[in-house]
């Protein structure tokens, strides 16, 4: 009995660490997908460029737009190695921390037991009906600013794709605040004095041209995923915020080709779609080392910070490296049936979970838009980067097929609490800061 | 040399210093910026909007220059920001020269004025009158008012059809000064033309110092002190609670952007910012004291382009009797057996019109503030606000409080109940109101709601021996906005559709039937108050964007349901690069226009020799009802009907710099 017993107590003991080393080992692969090495694929060498000439060659490595883009001559891709982001490790320790506490509720957008880090790190399972969910709250909850970031300035230049006409030049500054599941800035893992409970909030501020000098956007991301987004919008002309309806979140912002949504790859609710996990597969990604690519002289800043250079077809193109990286192919159906597109296909980096490659289809089914965010290594950008384990947003292409028409951005990211202190959240400084 | 003429000395060299430093700025090609070190901000826009009316021609030819500046200050720890922010305007509209016998130096001429009475001509020349020098005290000196630079009252928009007219000199003040409100309306030629340069500095159009005090709490207190625009309430077009600063109708009636006609004030903005505290996500409380020299709404004036209410030609017609008297058309009914209808009268400097203007003067207990709570809970925005301040629209007082008038039949001057003898005045008025906005996600639509109640406000009143009362009054204006796609019209940008329906409600309104209106005579109505006791008016706008926001058509409609008029004014406005922008618009007015209401021609307030048929004690004083489109029928039409006439087509070209 007494040998039972013992027996018993060790094989606990030997589950409970087989459990253990499992769990470490889902958080390891989630979050260093390349420790094992990186991924290849036959021909493809550093310093080459993907061209017309070559392009059949890696057909199996570019999503399908970048594949056309490159054939029909538009763009060319220049390629590195693949390079490792390692996110915040107080994000990897908030996501070993709170490792298998997480769980979906019955809806959409229902999810329960999260504290911070990465919701879901284990691989998705295709057998899993809703994979693709999980993935989304990995991208929702995702490091991507870290708890709070600025772009600053961030320059838009809308594009004739024919004739390369630069139409306007939009010159924002953008903001990021997460309220909750903070992992790096105190107070953590919430800011205190939260009553609407707020996730998230994003405040945008237009500098440039004249014409829409000062308007200003705020949005506050309920913490409950079904609770609509409130959003604001001050302009300048009339000295007034207005609030915005949902109709006003899937248009032209601005006149540009993104739609608020489209922020930052995706910039809605979980519950606003239905996520389908389409498999994982090693593709070109924009991901570079800032410092090392061609970088134009136009906005250069007093401080020396110059912004990525674009060419190609329309000048649409950021001129940027990219690299075979690991993603997971995950399509967004609109709920709303008179959402103005019907699908998203995001390539969603696995190390990253940021969403540097989108393909837009409008309402018939047709492909509208393409969508680049380029993903710059925090080591290799401004002093204040270093360090930060934050995948920089840096570049970004929105291009409309349909329109023959792109939208470009210029970055100037920057990981500062201090340029976006909570004050800068609020609907009453809109009126402050708009006059 | 007098302070006035320093001031305008002061105001002009400015203004050419203004013009200058504009002018080098566009020929040297120079451009909005920034300084390398970030802390200043500048930038413009240089402007032409040219409208052409129906039968007029020109009716607008103004140039604008405009300069935004912004400077930041590291002022320590104190403030943990601190700007100096400055905005200059020059104007000048050309229309005064281009157009200049309708509204400059040559407008008007001589005028004739209907006489329904049978027994004579159907119209007399001003100064012509049926009644005239010789009978009793009436007539005037016509070498003081001739008949030259002169309009018939509400000429632009309607007949006089059987009702009260006089003339209405056109010129500016310093080619003809009858008619001019010392203060108020009493613009010269080239004050019109370069309207932003005045004693007031109004090419100020901003001057302030911004500054946030923090807190440890993680509050702030920004104060804000300067010649500014404090903006209140969340409604366009309508003002219920943006009513801190006075407005220039003169610029372009209604239809102005708000942020281009309201008129800077000196004041004191603090506000307190808790941010999220309790159960609210936001939370504010704002203080603004507008200490500046009071200023009225700028309402045009006899002679301009644009006058709200045509406000401006009845004051300057009306000053201009009490000065030098003034031919009434359709007024008396003379004793002649065997005729009709009413003749031209030619009544007496100093007997019936406006003396003065009792413009407050600066002083503490003139100073206007108010408060206001600001926040959002549970997603819904919402605002309390108090303001007390004074009217900007000028309230008429006469009759038995009215100056001292002279009785053109015995010579004996005092005060007479119900004569329409003017003083004007602006009111103590209390605001209290509030605000809210929500999503209602259910119907994709965004509401917008603000109310006020107000006490002191004047009406004009044809029951009251004073000829005006006050009422409190509530107004609100319920808010749409809603994006919906019309995939015919553009399948990838939702068009904007937005609807406002505003409501006023005299509280203590009055309107009675009176001795003629029972009597079932046809010329004759109620008296009382002329504004509605009940009205509302809806304004529509839809509104479209193609070619990435660049090119934008819209249609602006408004209903005035009182009136029974409206306006449609479509638009398309074609950014066509950073620096260059046109807009063409037109603006068409529909329906009942003009309107009448008892035109207190029926007060008696000379009795016996004054009174009607209707009075059956013809020493008693009080409306018979006799009503005509002037004076009062102005405040049934609103806005948009006494403008009827005034369709324009507009053009406006910008550059940014």
């Given at each position: ?25 889902v ?5 260093y ?12 060498k ?21 594949y056309?883009?490159?054939?029909d ?117 919430d800011?205190?004095r ?79 779609m ?78 990253t ?83 | ?22 002018s ?71 229309v005064?020269?281009?157009?200049k ?28 009158g ?79 110092i ?53 008129i ?10 808790m ?48 000065d ?47 408060f ?110 809603r ?23 005299i ?98 307030p000379w ?43 507009q053009?406006?070209?910008?550059y940014?710099?």
């Amino acid at each position: 009995m007494k040998k039972q017993i013992t027996a018993l107590i060790a094989g606990t003991i030997l589950c409970v660490s087989a459990a253990f080393a499992q769990n470490a080992d889902v958080v390891e692969k989630s979050f260093y997908p390349y420790k094992e090495g990186v991924p290849s694929y036959k021909g493809l060498k550093s310093g080459m460029v993907i061209n017309q000439a070559n392009v059949e060659q890696f057909k199996e490595i570019l999503d399908e737009s970048m594949y056309q883009f490159i054939k029909d001559g538009w763009t060319e891709m220049k390629i590195t190695d693949t390079v490792a982001y390692e996110l915040n490790s107080s994000y990897i320790a908030a996501t070993k921390a709170n490792l298998n506490k997480v769980t979906l509720g019955t809806k959409t957008g229902d999810i329960q037991g999260f504290v911070a880090g990465r919701p879901f790190p284990a691989e998705p399972n295709a057998d899993d009906p809703r994979a693709g969910e999980k993935l989304a709250w990995n991208y929702k909850y995702g490091y991507n600013w870290g708890d709070s970031g600025a772009v600053y300035p961030f320059y838009w230049k809308f594009r004739d794709l024919n004739s390369a006409k630069i139409e306007r030049t939009l010159k924002f500054n953008f903001h990021f605040l997460n309220l909750k599941h903070r992992v790096t800035d105190t107070p953590k893992p919430d800011l205190p004095r939260n009553p609407g409970n707020l996730f998230r909030a994003i405040y945008v501020q237009v500098l440039e041209p004249f014409d829409v000098k000062n308007t200003q956007l705020l949005i506050h991301r309920y913490e409950d995923d079904l609770k609509r987004d409130n959003a604001w919008l001050y302009l300048g002309f009339q000295r007034r915020v207005r609030r915005l309806s949902t109709g006003q979140i899937t248009d032209s912002f601005l006149g540009s080709d993104l739609m608020i949504e489209d922020f930052e790859g995706y910039n809605g609710r979980i519950s606003d779609m239905t996520w389908t996990y389409k498999g994982t597969k090693n593709i070109l990604l924009p991901f570079y080392k800032h410092n090392d690519q061609k970088l134009t002289e136009d906005h250069k800043m007093s401080d020396g910070y110059k912004f990525v250079a674009y060419g190609g077809k329309g000048g649409c193109f950021p001129q940027v490296d990219w690299q075979l990286r690991k993603v997971y192919i995950l399509e967004a159906k609109p709920v709303d049936p008179n959402h103005p597109i019907s699908k998203r296909v995001h390539y969603v980096d696995a190390e990253t979970f940021t969403l540097p490659r989108t393909v837009i289809y409008d309402r018939k089914g047709d492909l509208w838009k393409t969508f680049i965010i380029g993903q710059a290594h925090p080591d290799f950008h401004i002093a204040k980067n270093k360090g930060s384990g934050v995948s920089i947003d840096d570049s970004f292409m929105m291009l409309d097929v349909q329109g023959a028409h792109c939208t470009t951005g210029q970055f100037k990211g920057q990981l500062d609490s201090k340029l976006s202190p909570r004050k800068k959240f609020t609907v009453q400084n809109m009126r402050v800061t708009g006059k | 040399m007098s302070k006035l003429k320093r001031l305008k000395l002061r105001s002009r060299a400015a203004a050419l210093s203004l013009i200058g430093a504009l002018s080098v700025s566009s020929i040297s090609g120079a451009a909005a910026g920034t300084s390398d070190d970030g802390t200043f901000e500048w930038n413009g826009f240089i402007e032409n909007a040219t409208f052409a009316r129906k039968g007029v021609g020109i009716s607008k030819f103004r140039n604008t220059m405009q300069l935004e500046m912004s400077k930041e200050f590291n002022t320590g720890s104190f403030f943990s920001e601190f700007s100096l922010n400055m905005t200059l305007r020059a104007t000048y509209d050309g229309v005064y020269d281009l157009n200049k016998s309708h509204f400059g130096r040559t407008a008007g001429g001589a005028i004739n004025l209907q006489s329904t009475f049978s027994g004579a001509p159907s119209s007399v020349p001003h100064g012509g009158g049926i009644v005239s020098t010789g009978a009793f005290f009436f007539g005037f000196d016509r070498s003081k008012n001739p008949n030259d630079g002169l309009m018939v009252l509400g000429g632009n928009s309607h007949l006089t059809d059987g009702g009260v007219a006089f003339a209405v000199p056109v010129r500016p003040c310093d080619v003809d000064n009858r008619g001019c409100l010392a203060g108020y309306m009493d613009a010269t030629l080239n004050g019109l033309r370069f309207s932003d340069f005045n004693d007031r500095l109004d090419f100020l159009r901003e001057l302030y110092i911004d500054g946030n005090i923090p807190f440890d709490n993680g509050h702030e207190l920004n104060i804000r002190l300067g010649r500014q625009q404090v903006v209140w309430g969340r409604t366009d077009l309508f003002r219920v609670l943006d009513v801190i600063n006075p407005v220039d109708y003169s610029r372009h009636n209604i239809y102005d952007e708000l942020e281009d006609i309201r008129i800077p004030q000196w004041i004191l903005n603090m506000e307190y910012r808790m941010g999220a505290v309790g159960s609210f996500e936001d939370l504010n409380f704002n203080l603004v004291w507008n200490f500046d020299k009071f200023r009225p709404n700028s309402l045009g004036q006899g002679g301009t382009p644009y006058q709200i209410l045509g406000a401006g030609g009845f004051f300057r017609g009306m000053k201009n009797c009490w000065d030098n008297g003034c031919t009434v058309a359709n007024f008396a009914g003379l004793p002649v057996p065997g005729t009709t209808g009413l003749a031209a009268t030619d009544f007496a400097p100093g007997s019936i019109g406006i003396r003065q203007v009792n413009l407050p003067k600066w002083k503490l207990s003139n100073t206007q503030i108010g408060f206001k709570v600001e926040g959002v809970k549970d997603g819904v925005g919402f605002s309390v606000n108090y303001l007390t301040y004074l009217s900007q629209l000028p309230s008429l007082r006469g009759g038995s409080v009215g100056p001292v008038a002279f009785n053109n039949f015995t010579g004996e001057k005092k005060q007479y109940p119900y004569l329409i003898a003017f003083d004007i005045d602006f009111p103590r008025i209390h605001l209290f109101g509030g605000s809210v906005d929500f999503y209602a996600d259910s119907i994709k639509s965004v509401f917008r709601i603000e109310t006020a109640f107000t006490t002191g406000e004047e009406f004009a009143n044809t029951l009251r021996k004073e000829l005006y009362s006050k009422s409190n009054v509530v107004r609100y204006v319920i808010g749409w906005d809603r994006d919906t796609f019309i995939p015919f019209l553009n399948k990838n940008k939702a068009f904007l559709f937005s609807a406002q329906l505003f409501g006023q409600h005299i509280l203590d309104h009055e309107l009675e039937e009176t001795a003629g209106s029972k009597a079932g005579v046809p010329s004759f109505g109620r008296a009382g108050i002329p504004d509605w006791k009940d009205n509302w008016t809806m304004t529509f706008l839809m509104k479209g964007w193609y070619m990435q926001n660049r090119l934008s058509p819209q249609i602006l409609a408004a209903y005035d349901f009182g009136a029974r008029t409206a306006v449609v004014s479509p638009s398309i406005d074609w950014l066509i690069s950073d620096s260059w922008r046109v807009i063409v618009a037109a603006n068409f007015k529909f329906g009942r226009g003009a309107a009448k209401f008892d035109d207190c021609r029926s007060c008696n307030p000379w009795g016996p020799y004054t009174a009607t048929p209707f009075h059956t004690n013809p020493l008693a004083a009080g409306s018979a009802g006799l009503k005509g489109f002037e004076p009062l029928g102005r405040f049934r039409a609103g806005p948009i009907g006494m403008a009827s006439n005034e369709d324009e087509i507009q053009l406006t070209v910008r550059y940014r710099f």
